[in-house]
């Protein structure tokens, strides 16, 4: 089921290309380079509303939806990963569960600086030995009643946007208590600056250099009873209840790769010239030219059906899980071929497709494995899969 | 002269819609742009015009109307200027504008301004496809107003509206009452990208249409036809000529002496 995008849709497609052909593509090089977090840029592409697009205008969100978020996401990736998952992060994992489970003094409270683009927020889930697997969690949260405060201990891993200086909080995943030998997981909000609660320097990364990422470490660290987010026991199906629409996310940030492949690469193989012809006349590198085309077709119909699905109020767990796989395997075969069509200076730092190919081996692993989309599709097909 | 008060400050932004500087522009059969065959934006200067109003706006409170004339694409660009925040839009559109050339322009453009109590109308001070500058000036005098083109600065205090003319030496400072004109260069400010929710406001935002009888303009002043001007015959521009490679064996100087004197440039 696809559905052609609203006129304003197509014009808020213009405006974000516009910028991120301005704005970050001439200095994401530079960016990656040099591992900078461009605040400054961050800070200009919450001036366009982009951290607030799928929220309520009350909160001084967009009003707008799954699909106009993907639009964004995807615009970015054409130009830069890390700028693209900066925002896909910022509202998926930062603003989406505050806004998902917070009650609404919460929501008064955090919402409207992290839907204003002016600061982040980052969800720490995953953990040196916890990813997907949330029994394995060791963080605890200790309820201290006398003195109505959360008590945290723990350690949390590659945390998206957790250390940036406009990291306004960090929503963490804790275990609150064991029932009949399960862990009970809870979601607690802990705000920037709390004692005890100390971000790890920068991680040395395969790619994603201008993307915020560190390891957090929790030490007797005392946030009020009242930032627990949601129901207590509850943080980790809450967590998964708001996956589906990160798969989806994530998947148009593979369709921008995609498409960033094809175009450079259709550029490139009629400017090369080898043994006296532009490069495009060999059938060798004409077919990875088409064959990138087919990737990117493919990849936006399987995105933005699943968003559509999403925005229309249907199920679309399998949907998700399916654009996610594909697309963003297919964002990691296309990088490489690109990478080929582009021979030595491929494998210069400084070419995009280059930069680009480091950048999309972490859309195989983040925000669910490939393995885990599987699972997910497999159990949706109803096989009695473990 | 008129005062001008928070409330009903009026500022008319002319903005055009020009093919994308980058694109390969071909002409038709009349020697006129082939506006299909080019993806079409909003003319790079006239962004800054807009801005500017908006900031005035921002300033002084009151209202920003956008107005732009040429066919049915021309409101992808009134949307533009809508999405960054002006309040409504005048389209000028008719058949029989099709060719107009400056002049031509320049009367329908007066005639869609005036009448509309303009304390202040703002140009881009030039569009990347005709590159004249003449139209602000034009218009200024169709409608009787004083004109500040030019400008990389502008203000308004009361009744007066000053801004800085960029000159080849640096600029002068020149004020005028109001009513006024004012065109801008891109010195001026940076153009906002329109928002998510500006683009959403925009499409509630209402654009009156116009046709030559709306303006009281009769079909033989603009065109092709009323036009004083009109282009005979035109060709690409030829490819580049190769340079002249000098190897300095010891009269290098000499050799780039005669060049530069055989191109009367010393």
Known sequence: MLVEPTDEQEAFRKVVRDFAASEIAPHAEAWDRDHTFPVDVVLAMGELGLFGLPFPEEYGGGGADLTTLCIAIEELARVDQSMAITLEAGVGLGANPIFQFGTEEQRQRWLPDLVAGRALGGFGLTEPDAGSDAGGTRTRAVLDDAAGEWVIDGEKAFITNSGTPITSLVTVTAVTASVGGRPEISAIVVPAGTAGFEVQPPYRKMGWHASDTHGLSFVDCRVPADHLLGERGRGFAQFLSILDDGRVAIAALALGVIECCLEECRRYANERVAFGRAIGANQAVAFKVADLAVMAEAARALVYGAAVRRDAGRSFKKEAAIAKLYACEAAVTATREATQIFGGYGFMDETLVSRQYRDAKILEIGEGTSEIQRLVISRELGLPVQ | ?266
């Open chain 2, 1 to 266: 002269m008129r005062e001008v008060d928070s409330e009903t400050m009026k500022i008319v932004v002319c903005v055009k819609q020009v093919p994308d500087s980058w694109a390969e522009k071909t002409l038709g059969a009349d020697n006129t742009l082939d506006r299909g065959s080019v993806d079409a934006v909003m003319n790079e200067l006239d962004e800054y015009a807009v801005e500017e109003a908006l900031r005035l706006q921002e300033a002084h409170g009151g209202e920003v109307i956008v107005l732009s004339m040429g066919p049915s694409q021309t409101t992808d660009t009134i949307r533009k200027a809508l999405s960054m925040g002006a309040d409504s839009g005048v389209h000028v559109i008719d058949d029989g504008l099709h060719g107009s050339d400056a002049v031509a322009t320049s009367l329908a453009l007066a005639k869609a301004i005036e009448g509309r109590g303009a304390d202040l109308v703002i140009f881009g001070s030039e569009s990347t496809d005709a590159r004249m500058s003449v139209v602000p000036a034009m218009v200024a005098e169709r409608l009787g107003l004083p004109q500040l083109t030019f400008s990389s600065s502008v203000s308004v205090e009361g009744s007066t509206v000053r801004t800085n003319r960029v000159t080849e030496y640096g600029y002068d400072v020149v004020e005028a009452s109001l009513p006024a004109l004012v065109s801008v260069v891109e010195k001026i400010n940076e153009p906002r990208y329109p928002s998510f929710k500006g683009i959403m406001a925009a499409k509630k935002k209402k654009v009156e249409t116009v046709d030559l009888a709306g303006l009281g303009v009769s079909a033989d002043q603009v065109g092709l036809a009323g036009s004083w001007s009109a282009v005979e015959e035109a060709a690409a521009r030829p490819p580049k000529a190769k340079g002249t490679i000098v190897t300095d064996d010891g009269a290098g100087g000499t050799a780039i002496a005669d060049f530069l004197s055989a191109q009367k440039f010393i």
